[in-house]
């Protein structure tokens, strides 16, 4: 015999066998409730509506090797079922049952000698199944119209905005809402009365998976404090949610926050981080994949600090201030692992923040410059803003921000022109 060892894979000697890359794979994807299987051979094997019994070889050479995959990841629902035809598997008997049961899993067999038969070279399943984007659609709700409103928009998943739909719970102005638990949102805070300041309240109303507004929980157990224009995010690995920063009745300045389980419970008061600005109007949003940022904001002059929260739902101290100090601006996460700033303080500024948290120079944004309006991510990896003043009035339109963090021009308007209103994601589904 000629040639190298190298390619002598898995053979006896003098029998010349193709290296793994040399396997041929079979062009029909395997749907049947049997195969008969050839060495050197690849198969698809989707068992979507019933499980597959594959046949080795009944009489195989040392070397021969057959690869089969998990072609729509069902075999944990419909099994592989191996029939070694005679022939051991794993040192086994062919009385022994052989079956495969791992979603994405693929597995290589290699025939050894008479003794241990056939053996797993590898049999991985593939762990980073593709998933739905975790919050496909957007609710923009309560603010300031003609008077103090409750009603309701939702976003579906092409970040289109949807006629109004009747208050639930509290009307009320400048509170915060966030996404929670995966599929879920809750609006938290806000002034309930036009005139005074004072009334603000600590109410949260949450919206399921459907994007129903549920009745108010006045959180007025324990110690939470009555607030309006927070910030707030959703952070961990669980779905947990956080608010901070704000003005209290007193119309002071704080920098307490409070966290939310992934159930939507507000938690009590936690004390504000020594050396970081309270102040009131600054934006939240998620980054990272598991943690938080609130930035922007006043006292007067107003600030562009920003504020990391980590994904144990710590406040990390001030960082330096990136881009034009401003008061509310929207802010959303977006592109899976980012998050944006837009608006604020009747301007069009864009401030990109990376997926570790650091807060890019400005950029201008399509569309009208604004104050006081919301933003949300939707689709997945996508954002959008949604009202506040510009040029003096309400309005209602909408700017679509891209996956790459680029926002758009203004977008028709739907539903009732107002300042003051909050948004968030929620559900699973398109």
């Not at 749907?31 to 195989?60: D, H, K, Q, R």
């Not at 981080?273 to 940022?293: E, H, M, N, Q």
């Amino acid at each position: 015999m000629s040639g190298k060892i190298v390619n002598n894979v898995f053979r006896a000697s003098g029998v010349i066998a193709p290296t793994a890359g040399g396997l041929s794979w079979s062009s029909a994807v395997i749907t049947g409730s049997t195969l008969t299987a050839s060495a050197g051979n690849g198969y698809f094997i989707n068992t979507t509506s019933n499980a597959c019994t594959v046949t080795l070889p009944s009489s195989p050479e040392i070397g021969d090797q057959i690869v089969f995959a998990d072609y729509a990841r069902t075999w944990a629902t419909n099994n592989l079922i191996i029939d070694s035809n005679g022939n051991n598997f794993q040192g086994d008997p062919d009385t022994y049952t052989v079956d495969y049961s791992t979603a994405g899993q693929s597995l290589n067999i290699v025939y050894s000698d008479s003794t241990k038969g056939w053996l797993p070279v590898s049999d991985d399943a593939v762990a980073d199944v593709p998933v739905a984007p975790a919050t496909q659609r957007a609710i923009f709700g309560f603010g300031m119209a003609s008077a103090i409103t409750g009603i309701t928009n939702l976003i579906n998943s092409s970040g289109v905005v949807q006629s109004d739909v009747s208050a639930v719970g509290t009307a009320r102005r400048q509170l915060a809402a966030t996404n929670f638990g995966g599929d879920k949102a809750i609006f938290y805070g806000g002034v309930i009365h036009p005139g005074g300041n004072a009334n603000a309240s600590r109410i949260t109303n949450i919206v399921n998976n459907q994007g129903v507004v549920q009745s108010d929980v006045a959180n007025s157990s324990g110690s939470v404090t009555v607030k309006y224009q927070t910030a707030m995010m959703t952070y961990g690995s669980t779905g947990q949610a956080f608010s901070g920063f704000g003005t209290n009745s007193s119309e002071a300045n704080i920098n307490l926050s409070n966290l939310i389980t992934n159930q939507g419970v507000i938690g009590n008061d936690v004390s504000g981080v020594s050396g970081a600005l309270a102040r009131t109007g600054a934006g939240g949003a998620p980054y990272g994949g598991d943690k938080g940022i609130a930035a922007y904001g006043y006292p007067d002059p107003n600030t562009n600090i920003s504020n990391k929260i980590s994904n144990t739902g710590v406040v990390a101290t001030d960082t330096a201030g990136v881009g034009t100090a401003r008061p509310s601006p929207g802010a959303a996460g977006y592109g899976t692992d980012k998050a944006i700033f837009a608006h604020g303080d009747q301007s069009n500024h864009v401030n990109l923040v990376s997926n570790t948290g650091v807060v890019a120079s400005d950029t201008t944004a399509s569309g009208s410059a604004r104050s006081i309006g919301a933003g949300s991510a939707y689709g997945g990896d996508k954002a959008l803003f949604y009202g506040g003043n510009a040029s003096g009035a309400k309005i209602n339109y909408a700017n679509l921000v891209t996956n790459q963090g680029v926002v758009g021009a203004n977008q028709s308007a739907v539903g009732t022109a107002r300042s003051n209103l909050a948004g968030a994601t929620y559900s699973y589904s398109t």
